[in-house]
C-alpha cells in the first residue's frame, strides 16, 4: 500500500513563502512520476506542478510559473513544493499524487497514488 502525507502548508501573507513536503511510503519512490495539485472551495482540482522520477524535467501550470517550484529527493522518498510570492487566489487545499504509468501529466485522472491534503491560505 502506498502512502501519501503532504505537510508544510498554513497561513500566509500575501508575497511570502511556503515549502510543502509529501512523503511517500514504499521502496519505489524513484520510480514515480510525481504531481502537485490544488482544490479551492467551490473549484475543481488543477494541476500546479509535476516532476519526473529523476527531477530532470519538471512541468507547471501557467498561473505559477516563475514562482513555485517542485524538487524531490529520492534517499528521502520526498517530493516538495516551493512556493514564493504567494497571492491570494493561491489559496486552496494542495495535494500531492504519484503514478506509475503515463498520460496526461496535467490530469488527475493519470495519477494512481493521493495525500489527504494539506490547507494553505493567503490573505490579503
Known amino acids: 500500500q502506498v502512502q501519501l502525507v503532504e505537510s508544510g502548508g498554513g497561513l500566509v501573507q500575501a508575497g511570502g513563502s511556503l515549502r510543502l513536503s509529501c512523503v511517500v511510503s514504499?521502496?519505489?519512490?524513484?520510480?514515480?512520476?510525481m504531481g502537485w495539485f490544488r482544490q479551492a472551495p467551490g473549484k475543481e482540482r488543477e494541476f500546479v506542478a509535476a516532476i519526473n522520477w529523476n527531477g530532470g524535467t519538471t512541468y507547471y501550470a501557467d498561473s505559477v510559473k516563475g514562482r513555485f517550484t517542485i524538487s524531490r529527493d529520492n534517499a528521502k522518498n520526498t517530493v516538495y513544493l516551493q512556493m514564493n510570492s504567494l497571492k491570494p487566489e493561491d489559496t486552496a487545499v494542495y495535494y500531492c499524487a504519484a503514478r506509475h504509468g503515463g498520460g496526461a501529466y496535467n490530469s488527475a485522472s493519470s495519477y494512481d497514488y493521493w495525500g489527504q491534503g494539506t490547507r494553505v491560505t493567503v490573505s490579503s
Open positions: 514504499g521502496r519505489t519512490f524513484r520510480l514515480y512520476f
